[in-house]
C-alpha cells in the first residue's frame, strides 16, 4: 500500500522555498527539519541540495510513513535517514549522533501557526542547543505584523484555526523576534514570500 500524502501547499511553495534555501543553506553538514508533514518537501529538498543530510521529523506517526514512503519512492533511501520521531516540545530532542554532530540549520515549514505558543518557545530554545555559532534557524509561514493581518485571506485563516483549536493562530513577527533574542538568535531576514507567507532567518549569535 502506498503511504504517501499528498499536500496541496507543500506543491506550490518548494519552488519558492527551495529557491531561498539555496542562497541560506550552509555547503556541508546536515539540515533537521521540523514537523515534515507528508515528506514533499524533504525529498525535494534532498534531491536539490545532495551535498547536504536532510532530516525530516514529525511528531504524527501517519506522517512519518509517508515521508519514509516519499524517500523510497524517490530512491533516496542511500543517501537520507528515516524520518524522526521529534515533538518540539519534548526536549531534548532525539537527534542520532551522526545528525547532532553534522547540525548546520534546522528548517521549520509552516508549524508555528498549527501548534501552541510554547512550540514557539521550544523551536527556539532546542534549536540554540544544538546548531553552532552563525548556523541558521529558517521558519516559513504566515505571521501578523504589527498586530494586524497582512491579507484578508490570512485573516480568515487565523479565524479558522482558531475555531480548530484555541491555541493555534498566526504569530505576531515582533512577538516571534523577541522569543527568538530570548534564546540567542539574531533576526537576519524577514522575506516577503508568494501567497502572503514569510521567511524569518534567524542566526545562532
Same mark, same amino acid.
Given at each position: 500500500?502506498?503511504?504517501?500524502?499528498?499536500?496541496?501547499?507543500?506543491?506550490? @511553495?518548494?519552488?519558492?522555498?527551495?529557491?531561498?534555501? /539555496?542562497?541560506?543553506?550552509?555547503? /556541508?553538514?546536515?539540515?533537521?527539519?521540523?514537523?515534515?508533514?507528508?515528506?514533499?518537501?524533504?525529498?525535494?529538498?534532498?534531491?536539490?541540495?545532495?551535498?547536504?543530510?536532510?532530516?525530516?521529523? $514529525?511528531?504524527?506517526?501517519?506522517?512519518?510513513?509517508?515521508?519514509?514512503?516519499?524517500?523510497?519512492?524517490?530512491? +533516496?533511501?542511500?543517501?537520507?535517514?528515516?524520518?524522526?520521531?521529534?515533538?518540539?516540545?519534548?526536549? !531534548?530532542?532525539?537527534?542520532?549522533?551522526?545528525?547532532?554532530?553534522?547540525?548546520?540549520?534546522?528548517?521549520?515549514?509552516? +508549524? +508555528?501557526?498549527?501548534? !501552541?505558543?510554547?512550540?514557539?518557545?521550544?523551536?527556539?530554545?532546542?534549536?540554540?542547543?544544538?546548531?553552532? @555559532?552563525?548556523?541558521?534557524?529558517?521558519?516559513?509561514?504566515?505571521?501578523?505584523?504589527?498586530?494586524?493581518?497582512? /491579507?484578508?485571506?490570512?485573516?480568515?485563516?487565523?479565524?479558522?484555526?482558531?475555531?480548530?483549536? $484555541?491555541?493555534?493562530?498566526?504569530?505576531?513577527?515582533?512577538?516571534?523576534?523577541?522569543?527568538?533574542?530570548?534564546?540567542?538568535?539574531?533576526? $537576519?531576514?524577514?522575506?516577503?514570500?508568494?501567497?502572503?507567507?514569510?521567511?524569518?532567518?534567524?542566526?545562532?549569535?
Amino acid at each position: 500500500m502506498d503511504q504517501r500524502l499528498f499536500f496541496p501547499a507543500t506543491e506550490r @511553495n518548494r519552488g519558492p522555498i527551495g529557491d531561498l534555501l /539555496s542562497q541560506l543553506l550552509p555547503a /556541508s553538514g546536515a539540515v533537521l527539519e521540523l514537523a515534515s508533514g507528508s515528506g514533499e518537501h524533504a525529498v525535494c529538498f534532498q534531491q536539490r541540495f545532495p551535498h547536504l543530510l536532510w532530516q525530516a521529523s $514529525d511528531p504524527d506517526p501517519d506522517h512519518r510513513a509517508s515521508i519514509n514512503a516519499w524517500i523510497q519512492h524517490q530512491g +533516496l533511501s542511500p543517501v537520507m535517514p528515516e524520518a524522526l520521531n521529534l515533538d518540539v516540545e519534548r526536549q !531534548p530532542w532525539p537527534l542520532p549522533q551522526t545528525v547532532r554532530g553534522a547540525l548546520k540549520a534546522v528548517v521549520c515549514i509552516n +508549524l +508555528l501557526h498549527i501548534s !501552541p505558543a510554547s512550540c514557539t518557545d521550544a523551536v527556539f530554545k532546542e534549536s540554540a542547543q544544538l546548531l553552532p @555559532n552563525g548556523a541558521p534557524l529558517i521558519i516559513y509561514g504566515p505571521f501578523m505584523r504589527n498586530g494586524a493581518h497582512t /491579507s484578508a485571506s490570512n485573516a480568515a485563516f487565523d479565524q479558522s484555526l482558531k475555531e480548530r483549536n $484555541d491555541q493555534w493562530g498566526l504569530r505576531e513577527l515582533n512577538q516571534v523576534i523577541a522569543v527568538a533574542a530570548k534564546a540567542g538568535f539574531k533576526t $537576519d531576514d524577514v522575506v516577503s514570500m508568494p501567497a502572503n507567507n514569510l521567511t524569518l532567518v534567524f542566526q545562532r549569535g
